[in-house]
């Protein structure tokens, strides 16, 4: 199993040492959060906490996840970043092909696009994206992203997304792998149909097992159960050696380790405080596994 370090609300001024640290440290990968704005109203309940409230504020610090994976590719190696995952339902794919090849051209192929709706009507209004029909947009979406990542002159003519023959280059040198994010039946269903990959939000081991279990039946529904597969765990009541070695028995491929849920609490912003550096604080954890 890997293990992949999350940045979600980490202090962006520490984020390119972070990533140093968490390279040296023997971390596979870096995730990357996502958010576009923070609306002071928001029509929908967030769906990842038990009472649908945001568990960030409006100060909270966030980046473009794509221009962070450009700033700290520059001062790594080997190191991978993915997004976990980015809102595709309010973003227009074409713009988007454009800054995801850049990156994964940037990175050295180190790039890897954990893809998500979107869950605010804000956040699709307000960037001129309709709301209704998201699913089947999403969809269209994704094709036209590994369509035009592909390389070539290409073009494409669906429901939502139509264009004429063009030309990205350069293309990145392998395909970039696309995990799909999302706990409901239909996000499980486009993870097991067209995904590299599944990315968790927040769940608990017995949770996780369940999806698991499921995304294996949606696989070898389609035909694709002999396919590789990553599944990138977010588990909240499973920490240390033997919690992580109960999320590999249940099939986690890549733990996703995040600094201000490791002691099971959720975020503490006094134990933030008490760290000299994000950074040293994740050195810390990967030195207990």
């Given at each position: ?28 990968a ?24 945001r ?6 610090p ?16 080997h ?17 988007l ?12 192929d180190r ?25 089947a947009?999403?969809?269209e ?40 994010g ?17 990315a ?5 081991l ?11 039946e ?11 597969f990553e ?7 499973r ?21 201000w ?8 912003a ?20």
């Amino acid at each position: 199993m890997k293990f992949t370090l999350s940045v979600a609300m980490c202090p962006l001024d520490q984020l390119t040492e972070l990533a140093r640290t968490a390279e040296e440290c023997g971390f596979a990968a870096i995730a990357l959060p996502d958010s576009l704005f923070y609306s002071e109203r928001v029509s929908a309940e967030y769906p990842y906490t038990p009472d649908g409230s945001r568990m960030w504020t409006a100060q909270t610090p966030w980046t473009d996840p794509l221009v962070a994976a450009a700033a700290m590719g520059a001062v790594t190696s080997h190191l991978r970043f993915y997004t976990s995952v980015l809102k595709l339902g309010p973003r227009n794919p074409v713009l988007l092909a454009r800054q995801v090849g850049s990156v994964a051209v940037l990175t050295g192929d180190r790039f890897g696009l954990g893809l998500g709706l979107g869950w605010a009507p804000e956040e699709f209004e307000w960037c001129g994206a309709p709301y209704a029909k998201r699913g089947a947009r999403v969809d269209e979406a994704i094709e036209v992203l590994r369509l035009i990542l592909g390389g070539g002159m290409v073009e494409y003519h669906g429901e939502f997304f139509d264009f004429d023959r063009l030309r990205m280059s350069p293309a990145p040198s392998r395909p970039v792998p696309i995990y799909i994010g999302g706990h409901t039946e239909a996000a499980l269903r486009r993870a097991a149909r067209v995904g590299d990959g599944w990315a968790s939000a927040m769940m608990g081991l017995a949770e996780l097992r369940t999806t698991i279990d499921r995304l294996g039946e949606l696989r070898a529904s389609y035909g694709r159960a002999a396919e590789p597969f990553e599944i990138q765990g977010v588990c909240v009541d499973r920490f240390g050696v033997d919690g992580y070695r109960e999320q590999a028995e249940i099939g986690v491929t890549d733990a996703i380790v995040v600094p201000w849920l490791f002691d099971g609490h959720g975020f503490d912003a006094e134990l933030s405080a008490k760290q000299d550096s994000i950074a040293k604080f994740a050195a810390e954890v990967i030195n207990q596994l």
